[in-house]
């Protein structure tokens, strides 16, 4: 591996005029409230490097990449847009754990991780698409945390965090091993299920990188009742990322750019905005009123109703109804079900209710499912 630079103090980027920062964790660094999630740059190595050094420029210092990403181009994709820059601004890196992960191993992936990006050392790199039952091949002798905790004493890697999609409790229980200095989950308007553990993250002190703030773009459809709901009169993604950083134990909002205009639209919709911690309850409620209006009983897609035996997929269709039925993204719902094979489409249903003896939240899914053939059809 190519080792260019020892790790250094530098303080990160900012530009005031543009971004504001807030603490990631007990970690000392100040990040941009919206960072860069380099998960959706294009195949289009021009447009990278202007778009990533635009976004260093109007102040964002935390880049999101890790290897596994576009095919394995992620990180190849990122590293000239920020080459030279990168003694200011966080690249993260990160990789998964399996059974036969050893200390060993990881260390190579975060080597080979660095050099690719051309950087000295990680300021940041996150254990990846971790679930708490996979805990001991982190743990034990001669696993992960081994070359991790090496990597720190070595200077190669500065703070660690987790990433995944386990269950909230389970994410609570991680942050409270004391390992981290933060994590990253999905949070937004539309996907609150982990704010018991961003609270907790609070709490502890535990950094917290909010991933898909705008839903992976199914918030950039207009949506009435959401602009009500958040008392904002602003375009649904600016909506959606003032949510997100409403919450007061979110360090930054990861949203994944690959236009100059999302990435301008962001910075505006986040640079000037004062977060008040009244008015995030209030957004809460209005969203609890929505959900409530639907009917209260949301999907949760724990997809114990697997087994339908015309094999529709139960969870997609409930996410989808929800989407339409109580966050009015009529837009986006309509060419979701469009978007359907045939024999996924609401209309092969038979209605003959087995799916619904097995939700633990007693969603009345046939009559969901009755409301969704119109639009399909
Ligand atoms: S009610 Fe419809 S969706 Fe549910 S199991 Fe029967 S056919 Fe499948
Ligand atoms: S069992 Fe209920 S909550 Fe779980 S995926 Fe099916 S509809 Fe959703």
Redesign the pocket.
């Known amino acids: 591996m190519a080792i260019v630079a020892s790790a250094n103090s530098e303080p990160l980027i900012r530009n005031d005029e543009t971004m504001k920062y807030r603490p990631l964790g007990r970690t000392g660094l100040s990040v941009s409230a919206l960072s860069f999630g380099c998960m959706r740059l294009a195949d289009d190595p021009p447009l990278n490097e202007k778009l990533l050094s635009r976004a260093i420029e109007l102040g964002v210092n935390y880049f999101e990449t890790t290897r596994f990403y576009l095919g394995g181009t992620c990180q190849h994709r990122t590293a000239p847009g920020v080459k030279g820059k990168t003694d200011r601004v966080i690249v993260s890196g990160k990789s998964g754990l399996g059974a036969d992960t050893t200390a060993h191993s990881f260390r190579k992936e975060i080597e080979l991780q660095l050099d690719i990006l051309g950087l000295s050392h990680f300021k940041f790199y996150q254990v990846g698409w971790i679930q708490w039952k996979n805990f001991p091949y982190l743990l034990r002798r001669g696993g992960a945390l081994d070359a991790l905790r090496r990597a720190q004493d070595e200077g190669l890697v500065q703070h660690i965090g987790f990433t995944g999609h386990d269950e909230p409790e389970n994410v609570i229980k991680m942050a409270e091993t004391g390992l981290f200095d933060s994590f990253t989950v999905p949070y937004n308007m539309i996907n609150r299920a982990y704010e018991p553990a961003i609270r907790r993250a609070g709490e502890l002190g535990v950094g917290v990188v909010a991933m898909t703030p705008v839903a992976g773009g199914v918030l950039s459809c207009p949506s009435p009742a959401l602009r009500e709901a958040i008392g904002l009169d602003l375009p649904t993604p600016a909506i959606a990322l003032r949510f997100v950083l409403s919450n007061p134990n979110i360090s930054t909002a990861c949203s994944g750019m690959n236009t100059m205009q999302m990435l301008e639209e962001n910075v505006a919709s986040v640079g000037k905005f004062e977060p008040q911690e009244e008015n995030f309850q209030q957004m809460c409620a209005g969203l609890d009123r929505l959900r409530e209006k639907a009917g209260g009983r949301f999907c949760t897609f724990c997809n114990y109703?697997a087994g339908?035996?015309?094999k529709?997929n139960?969870g997609q269709l409930m996410e989808i109804w929800q989407h339409d039925k109580a966050f009015q993204l009529h837009d986006w719902a309509r060419d979701a079900l469009k978007a359907l094979p045939e024999e996924a489409r609401p209309d092969r249903?038979?209605?003959?209710?087995?799916?619904?003896s097995k939700c633990p939240n007693t969603i009345n899914?046939?009559e969901r499912?009755k409301e969704l053939i119109p639009a399909a059809t």
């Open positions: 109703c339908c035996p015309v529709l139960v249903c038979t209605f003959c209710g087995a799916c619904e899914i046939r499912i």
